[in-house]
């Protein structure tokens, strides 16, 4: 079956506690954020609340278990962190939202392919809110955007865009990591890497498409989305 063929409705079973919704203040440090990870998975596979953390980092480039050393064209440019995630190499930064989605799938399905077509219908559903079309590809994990107004790819197909990446880990059926979507980051920052590995599409923002926003404008038709496709949340410090 194709991943767009998938069911992606992963809402918990009947009883299950609202999943915590926490946004941080500030640029949050990537070390920092993969420590406090790690903890969160640790509480939620003993049986802990689940949890949603939506965070902004400084400029800096991820490595994902499936990184090719050639597709880091600036390795000087900004700091370079491995991590354990799936993927390849992407970036972060101020102005793109990061959410590490903490979930317990023995509580809702066992699935990890529903599980990466889930997090890319919130994407959608949130872009959908601001009039933006977002769509998946069934041989590129993300969420991509048409831009008939660029030239055409050689191949004569339209040229895409991509507006937010998925890069996930599981451990005991927990998952972390998650998607980053790009609202107005300093897209040159993307050119000092091969973002996960593709060099045939470009990579595009809300701002950059057009829409006056900032980030509180983005993270309350997010929570809306997501609450749509995996349930309830709660408010979190």
């Given at each position: ?6 069911e ?5 079973r ?42 902004e ?26 991590t ?154």
């Amino acid at each position: 079956m194709l991943r767009t063929d998938l069911e992606y409705s992963m809402l918990p079973r009947e009883g299950s506690r609202p999943i915590r919704w926490r946004i941080a203040d500030g640029l949050v440090p990537y070390q920092e954020a993969v420590e406090n990870m790690e903890r969160e998975v640790a509480a939620i596979g003993e049986g802990g609340d689940e949890l949603v953390w939506l965070v902004e980092h400084p400029p800096l480039y991820t490595a994902g278990t499936s990184a090719d050393a050639k597709d880091l064209v600036q390795p000087d440019r900004f700091p370079v962190f491995a991590t354990g995630r799936g993927g390849e190499y992407t970036y972060h930064g101020p102005g793109q939202r990061v959410a590490y989605v903490m979930l317990d799938l023995r509580r809702r399905r066992q699935d990890v392919r529903a599980f990466v077509t889930a997090l890319e219908e919130v994407i959608i559903r949130t872009l959908d809110s601001m009039n933006v079309r977002g769509e998946r590809r069934e041989d590129r994990v993300g969420v991509w955007v048409r831009r008939p107004e660029k030239a055409a790819l050689p191949d004569g197909t339209m040229a895409e865009d991509k507006i937010a990446a998925l890069g996930i880990r599981l451990r005991k059926w927990v998952t972390f990591h998650g998607l980053s979507l790009n609202v107005e980051p300093d897209l040159d920052h993307f050119s000092g890497i091969v973002p996960c590995g593709i060099s045939a599409y470009g990579v595009t923002s809300l701002v950059d498409l057009g829409l006056p926003v900032v980030m509180a404008d983005v993270d309350i038709p997010l929570r809306q989305a997501f609450e749509s496709v995996f349930g309830k949340t709660v408010s979190d410090r």
